[in-house]
């Protein structure tokens, strides 16, 4: 049995610039591969991941590294521009969020585990949550048309794996090279190594998939978890 994501419009909401490369990137890459359409949307800024040699204009860079990363998918880039570790659920991100959804009008989105390490995360989650239903609902005010239907939403691992029960797991191993590639556009992050807030970014996405693959028999993997909510579940 194989999953594919023919015909399907894949989007990714994440916290911050170099989230989707560690989490969901090799999948985003299959469904690429398999013909989907695919989109990232990036809600924090990323101004505060400095580096021990401070960057200038922090956000500006990393709005570039974003891009380069994005490109080496073909993915949509979509940026939220909220302020790093001041990511809220609050009624005007949720204009912002579903706006972004509309604007991709996804059948899935991938988002952050309701209890993923970084409060931006845990906001980001909140806030897909909220607006993978209002996307769809013909009573939001917003310049966008609602979706048909609400889509799908996938819980993304955790960083670190701490507490995150998979529901299954996605064979990334063919797509590894591309989400290595993906996190080598984040210049300003690898710098950062092994911060005392920080860790070596490589090795830790190359450490996470290769034990989520051991726990699958693969070489490298991603997993999720269905988010099990009325109109968020599809058969597939
Ligand atoms: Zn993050």
Redesign the pocket.
């Given at each position: 049995m194989r999953l594919n994501f023919n015909g399907e419009t894949v989007l990714a909401i994440?916290?911050?610039?170099?989230?989707a490369e560690?989490l969901c990137a090799g999948t985003l890459a299959r469904a690429r591969n398999d013909g989907a359409r695919v989109a990232i949307a990036v809600l924090?800024q990323g101004d505060k991941g400095q580096p021990a040699e401070a960057i200038a204009d922090l956000a500006a860079v990393r709005r570039q590294e974003m891009r380069a990363a994005a490109a080496l998918l073909d993915a949509q880039l979509l940026l939220g521009e909220q302020p790093d570790s001041g990511l809220v659920d609050d009624l005007p991100t949720r204009h912002l969020v579903v706006d972004l959804i509309r604007t991709v009008r996804p059948t899935l989105v991938l988002a952050?585990a309701p209890n993923?390490?970084?409060a931006?995360?845990r906001a980001?989650s909140s806030l897909v949550e909220a607006t993978s239903w209002t996307c769809a609902s013909n009573g939001w005010d917003s310049r966008l048309p609602p979706l048909d239907a609400p889509p799908a939403v996938w819980w993304m691992d955790t960083?670190g794996m701490h507490e995150f029960e998979p529901g299954f797991y996605v064979d990334v191993s063919d797509t590894m090279a591309i989400k290595e590639r993906m996190l080598q556009e984040h210049g300003s992050q690898l710098q950062r190594g092994g911060d005392g807030d920080f860790a070596p970014l490589l090795d830790l996405m190359r450490q996470q998939a290769g034990t989520r693959g051991m726990q699958c028999g693969v070489a490298a993997a991603e997993c999720f978890r269905p988010h099990l909510s009325f109109k968020r579940v599809s058969a597939w």
């Open positions: 994440v916290a911050h610039p170099d989230d560690l924090c952050h993923d390490y970084h931006d995360h980001a960083v």
